[in-house]
């Protein structure tokens, strides 16, 4: 039998669980920065899909602007639930993402890169000019309510910090299991020998696009979480080539060796920049740009590297 | 016994260039045929046009009666015909073991089986079997891109060999192989191909693993087939001597005729 249950899966488990007990020790703004963590580290988990697979996209603001635009209008047109509004999000990048997909699976290297850019500027000039939906202004979002229950400002913070932590949890693990499955692996298949796997009898484009399609998924969550969390989508907010941007930044901070440093290199981005923001509030671009600089030169797999250096000397 | 790949008349061109041209071949169930010719002469070019990668300008493919012009090549690879490189195409970041584990997953799963996990222990024995088949068990946990030659182009085939196919096209297996490992690579991949009762095409330069080998030859020269015969008979072929072995390898092999062990399924 083939054990599902991982050291990867425990371990991961075991760091939302006792992540979300110290939750309850700190600070309403810690949560705060957190849940917002959480929505940035579900995009950067569908960047790694697309990493592992030898692809960056330049352009992964597209499918958090769309998860949150599709969680602002459900909350409008259908149905005020936190849990209705992150499947729209997800529905909707998801399907953005398979839309787009049959275009983007041809293309490697800078062109992915930059046709995902390009799209999600296309994007961004729709809603900054479009009046219907809010034009640079955006649009609010109300607090959500979970299963019909409404919660007062804090409570919905609290609620929002748990459902961030549960599905992060969730989707690490999915991950995680995708990436062991034979589709999965066809991460290593594509990068490295598109003619090997096309020999071997599988679609290297195909297998492009079910990578593109599940970062788009991520992607939505991503922003759906962040609407909720922060109250309003704006174009400058979520669909800027600078938002993607970030999204990067957090896949090299974490690395791409395990699923979960994805989410600690969102925690580190969001800490670095508050930081950066209260004590340098001038030049806090600065400071990241040098962490950025420091973490390529001396952590190239990003701060995962220093847990797999820990683990190899332990081994030793 | 029945044609397992019939050729009708398959040309192709690059602009005002013709690399192949009139080429009609049957090939029947575990035949061994060998592909001889100098280069440009549009081997590669068969190879390419039969297996998916390129399309022909002109005529006909069938594979077991059926026809797979126009095919994309993992759908001629679903159908049964495998093929390896010149130059071996492997993962070549990834060990021996996990190259093999991904060519297994891939031929053995289909729709959401592929969300299986690939690492099990059932499939983890077949990748082991599969390495000592082609003897390169002890290379099992080594980066591929870091494998002797020899020992990557054995990978290669090995992988291509996962799908169990009905013909296998190989594409100079023993190019970059030194002449002293030559005949044991081509024994263990031949000894393999022969206990899958694998049909078998292939490429090749070097005449003496030609005659060792193959049953039947296949001599190309400006694209064209100009001989389709018996080793022996092909090799002696005054059209084959003149544009594709030359003549000093018989002169060479004159005092050694008849010594060689000759081919045969």
Known sequence: MTRLIDRTVIGLTAAAVLFGLLALLLPDWVRFIATQSFARGAVALGLLVLWRTGLVSFGHALFFAIGAYAAAFVQRALVNDAFVMTLAGMLGGGLMAFALGFLLCRYRGIFFALLNMAFSMVLWGLLAKNEALGSTDGMGVASPEFFGVELDGGATHLALFYFALSSALVFAIGVHLYLRSTLGSMSTAVRENEIRLEYLGYSAARAVHVKYVISGVLGGFGGALMAMVVGQVDPDSMAYWTISGEFVFIAILGGTGNVGATFIGALAFEAIRSAAFQWAPTVWQLIMGGTLLAIIMFLPNGLWSMVARLRERRAS | ?265
């Open chain 2, 1 to 265: 016994m029945s044609a397992v790949l019939a050729v009708r008349d398959l040309a192709k061109n690059f602009g005002a260039v013709t690399a192949a041209a009139n080429i009609n071949v049957e090939i029947a169930e575990q035949e061994v045929v060998g592909v001889i010719g100098a280069n440009g002469a549009g081997k590669t070019t068969f190879v390419n046009m039969v297996t998916g990668y390129l399309p022909p300008s002109a005529g006909e493919i069938d594979f077991l009666g059926r026809s797979i012009l126009g095919l994309r090549p993992r759908a001629i690879t679903r159908l049964g015909i495998s093929r390896s490189f010149q130059v071996a195409q492997v993962f070549a970041s990834e060990t021996v073991f996990d190259n093999m584990l991904i060519a297994f997953g891939v031929a053995e799963m289909r729709g959401p089986g592929l969300l299986r996990i690939l690492h099990t222990e059932s499939r983890a024995r077949r990748v082991a079997e599969q390495l000592e088949r082609y003897r390169i068990s002890e290379y099992r946990d080594v980066i591929a891109s870091s494998l002797p030659q020899g020992v990557r182009k054995l990978l290669d085939i090995a992988m291509a060999m996962v799908s169990k196919p009905r013909l296998i096209m190989l594409d100079e297996p023993t190019s970059g192989i030194s002449i002293e490992e030559k005949f044991d690579i081509m024994d263990i991949i031949m000894g393999a191909l022969r206990e899958a009762r694998t049909t078998v095409l292939f490429i090749e330069h070097d005449m003496e693993i030609v005659e060792r080998y193959v049953s039947r030859v296949l001599a190309f020269y400006q694209g064209e087939i100009i001989c389709d015969a018996p080793t022996a008979e092909a090799l002696k072929d005054p059209k084959v001597k003149e544009f594709v072995i030359g003549k000093e390898y018989h002169r060479g092999r004159a005092g050694d005729e008849g010594k060689g062990e000759k081919a045969g399924a």
